[in-house]
């Protein structure tokens, strides 16, 4: 009776290394996103706001940072440049904003080099004069950030800022199943004979 001896395999090992370095991985690959704002999304004001502070989870450069204003008609609202301070991005008002629904649409690339954007509305409800014009609902898919994607000259982007990481995760999840399962099966294999 002849048996053969049971050795590692250089394959599974192999496997099992790469499925190592893709867990540590994913957080280096995840895009940056908006962690707060002022206003913030939803905000109803009864002051007008005289600047927008947006601040992100990872450092701002100032020559890809763009954040534009604009009112429930679409008119961009003059702004100074984006002051940019580290992880946070701020632009002045240089009008009184009237009662009304506004969008701030921004547009940052991240560390990873991939370009990010996203939207939301706010409300100034009393206290201003009517340079914005009168109030008005929010538009259903908020038309700033096409805009901002536009004047940028890219399509592509991510919504609201989170999904990137969501998919880098998603991925390297996927491919964490995939390596494991193929060891399992080798592991399998080799048991069977």
């Keep these: ?100 629904t506004y969008t701030v649409a921004y547009r940052i690339v991240s560390a990873d080099g991939h370009p990010v954007q996203g939207s939301y509305t706010f409300t100034v409800a009393g206290g201003g004069d009517t340079a914005g014009g009168p109030t008005a609902a929010p538009a259903a898919a908020p038309p700033a950030a096409e805009s901002a994607a536009a004047a940028t000259g890219s399509g592509a982007a991510t919504g609201s800022g989170g999904s990137g990481t969501d998919v880098v995760a998603l991925v390297a999840a996927g491919g964490l199943v995939a390596v494991l399962g193929g060891v399992a099966l080798l592991l399998r294999r080799r048991r069977t004979r």
């Excluded at 053969?4 to 290394?17: C, F, I, S, Y």
């Design 1 to 100: 009776m002849h048996t053969r001896p049971r050795r590692p395999t250089l394959v599974a090992a192999a496997l099992v290394a790469a499925a190592l370095l893709l867990v540590p991985a994913a957080p280096a690959a995840a895009h940056n996103t908006l962690r707060a704002a002022s206003p913030a999304d939803g905000d109803r004001l009864t002051t007008p706001p005289t600047r927008v502070t947006l601040e992100f989870a990872q450092r701002l450069d100032p020559t890809f940072t763009t954040i534009a204003l604009s009112d429930a008609a679409r008119r961009k609202i003059p702004t100074g440049a984006p002051a940019v301070d580290g992880t946070k991005g701020t632009v002045t008002v240089d009008e009184t904003l009237g009662e009304g």
